[in-house]
């Protein structure tokens, strides 16, 4: 009834209470600019903050389940210093992620799996620095590479046919008894493949590492890392105001269709 609403909406208040404390202690600027634009552009950026960190615990919660706890944790420290390759935190343990389980789909352990992404998404990165194109571009065409779409790794200097393809896992001890190549083992001769017709650019991103563009690349790297590592701070107080929101919406929705309302002078316990 009537004292539920007045019960949850006292809870209410008291959870935003508490993250209006949580937002005040990070910006001393919320108590002079409330309720003006100045205040709305701080509160957005603090919203970006907090989904910055909420993206990068997805990325991390994703990689665990790929690769396993213990392979995860390879995966996560590559990460942790991929803006030396102009990669934020997140964008690398993301990408690192798709790849594992794209190997891990095609026949890969997880051991192995977890081995090669990171060194895929580091080449990737050294190939757009090369070439002067976007990571995720150039990241996009390892994959089609790796999955035997070769057409995509020509723009940039790569080809092979199948035939070398088998023929190098082949050489690499990767066929059975019988010489039959499995699509793991062709990934893993694609691999090599690429690697012997990418020489040149391989470490671009260290030789060229005071250009323009990798300056950029690591500067947007370090703002979103930053921005992962305040918002963390912060995610404990945004989840109370979700939680409190949820049981405000719970009690307004289990209300009946008609609420009638008295004076308060008029409630009088029934007798």
């Known amino acids: 009834g009537l004292r539920d609403v007045d019960t949850a909406a006292r809870g209410a208040a008291a959870g935003t209470d508490e993250l209006n404390r949580n ?14 634009k100045i205040f709305g552009v701080v509160r957005k950026e603090i919203t970006a903050t907090v989904t910055a960190a909420s993206d990068l615990n997805e990325q991390i919660s994703k ?32 990408a690192a992620g798709t790849f594992g389980n794209l190997f891990t789909a095609l026949g890969l352990s997880r051991d192995a799996a977890a081995k090669l992404s990171p060194n895929v998404v580091k080449l990737g990165a ?16 390892l994959r089609s590479g790796l999955v035997g779409e070769i057409e995509p790794l020509r723009a940039l200097g790569v ?14 001890g990767l066929a059975d008894v019988n010489g039959a190549v499995s ?7 694609r691999w090599a493949l690429i690697l012997e017709q990418t020489g040149n650019a391989q470490g671009d991103v260290e030789r060229t ?17 930053l921005q992962a590592s305040v918002g963390s701070k912060l995610i404990p107080a945004f989840q ?9 919406i719970a009690v307004f929705s289990a209300l009946p269709d008609k609420v009638q309302f008295r004076p308060a002078c008029l409630y009088q316990d029934d007798a």
Do not use: P
């Not at 080809?159 to 690499?172: D, G, I, M, P």
């Open 23 to 36: 937002v005040r202690g990070l910006s001393a600027l919320g108590g002079i600019f409330a309720g003006t």
């Open 63 to 94: 990689s665990q389940a790929v690769f396993g706890r213990d392979a995860s944790a390879q995966v996560e420290a590559f990460a942790k210093s991929a803006n030396a390759i102009g990669l934020s935190e997140r964008a690398a343990i993301g």
């Open 126 to 141: 050294d190939l757009a620095s090369f070439n002067n194109i976007g990571t995720e571009d150039a990241l996009e065409k």
């Open 159 to 172: 080809s092979f046919n199948a035939a070398q393809v088998e023929a190098k896992a082949a050489a690499l």
């Open 183 to 189: 699509e793991g083992a062709k990934v893993q001769a």
């Open 209 to 225: 590492s005071g250009s323009l563009a990798n300056q950029q690349r690591r500067l947007a790297a370090d703002f979103e890392n």
């Open 240 to 248: 109370a105001g979700v939680q409190t929101a949820e049981q405000m």
